[in-house]
């Protein structure tokens, strides 16, 4: 355990996966969401088979015994993937970033729904303060929130990326039976494979010729996702979740950053307002699961016989 490397491989992943977001939003003015998805997806795949011949774990790295399990993982994470891409169209990079840190605290709801975990007040408090600081991200571009006209467009937007951090959410679900019996880069694997082949199924749908400069950014996106991927899988290795969790929200930061530099786009008080609260919710949530974690622990050490 070393959780200085920890949280450095997890700012090394969040500053990626952001970096990849910008790319898929350069191009999604020249191409549909479904082959951005493809080429998220496919050109992850040797990254992750070029990582695991160095850790020497070719050979057992992809072994599953639940194959369907990482079926339904993949139909849930792609469909989030591309409502999420298809967001980037119509809305800033930080807004984005902002309204899909709705995932981990769904994550809370939906764990308590189907895999029976219990959720008490605290986390259930925390929950809805979250939710209520998604709203506020949300108020401008909804209608009834607003208490006036939006623009159409931005509405669409605002919704598609709330589904996909709802489907998002059922995908971690799936995730945590996963973790059960399967290695995290077989977990990996098969949902970037299982995310290609979908993505294949929108080609009758109509795909773009992309230019040279898209299609470098389509390819750059798909290795940034993949490298991403190991540095996520590495911090968790390095340090406890508690510890390296709450660097995820980094991420608004570098959006905002590069949103402004790249998209001329400039962050309103609203959104920060709103993202300052969600934080707040995500940041109790991960020390309330970090205290009931040491509990459990000091529970264990008491029962275990002395000799």
């Known amino acids: 355990m070393s959780p200085f490397r920890g949280i450095l491989f997890k700012l090394g992943s969040v500053t990626l996966f952001v970096l990849m977001s910008a790319l898929i939003k350069g191009a999604s003015a020249e191409v549909p969401p479904g082959q951005a998805v493809f080429f998220r997806s496919a050109f992850a795949v040797p990254v992750i088979l070029g990582w695991l011949m160095w850790r020497g774990e070719l050979s057992t790295g992809l072994a599953t015994v639940n194959p369907m399990g990482h079926v339904w ?13 298809a967001g980037l169209y119509f809305l800033p990079l930080a807004e984005v970033q902002a309204i ?10 939906f764990a308590a729904m189907f895999l029976g975990e219990e959720v008490r007040l605290f986390r259930l ?45 059922l995908a971690q679900v799936f995730v945590r039976k996963l973790v059960k019996t399967e290695q995290t ?10 995310a290609s082949v979908m993505a294949l199924c929108s080609l009758p749908f ?3 010729v992309p230019s040279p400069k898209v299609a470098a950014m389509l390819v750059a996106a798909g290795l940034l996702g993949g490298f991403g991927q190991i540095l996520l899988t590495t911090s968790y290795r390095l340090a ?9 929200y980094a991420s608004i930061l570098l959006s905002v950053g590069i949103g402004y530099a790249v998209f001329g786009e400039t962050p309103t008080l609203v ?20 205290a009931l974690g ?9 029962m275990t016989p002395q000799g």
Do not use: H, N
């Open 294 to 302: 040491l509990e459990r622990a000091k529970g264990r050490k008491v």
């Open 125 to 169: 408090s925390a929950v809805a303060m979250g939710i209520a600081g998604v709203l506020i991200v949300l108020s401008p571009r909804l209608t009834a929130l607003s208490g006036g006209s939006v623009e159409p467009e931005e509405a669409l937007g605002a919704m598609l990326v709330l589904m996909s951090a709802t489907c998002a959410a």
């Open 240 to 248: 406890d979740v508690s510890v390296v969790a709450p660097f995820e």
């Open 73 to 85: 993982r993949g139909v849930v994470g792609t469909t989030s993937m591309g409502l999420g891409f």
């Open 185 to 194: 880069s077989a977990i990996v694997f098969w949902f970037s494979i299982t």
């Open 100 to 109: 899909q840190y709705a995932a981990p605290l769904l994550v809370v709801v």
């Open 206 to 208: 109509g795909w773009a």
């Open 271 to 290: 959104m920060l307002a709103g993202v300052a609260v969600v934080i707040a919710a995500g940041i109790f949530i991960i020390w309330r699961e970090r």
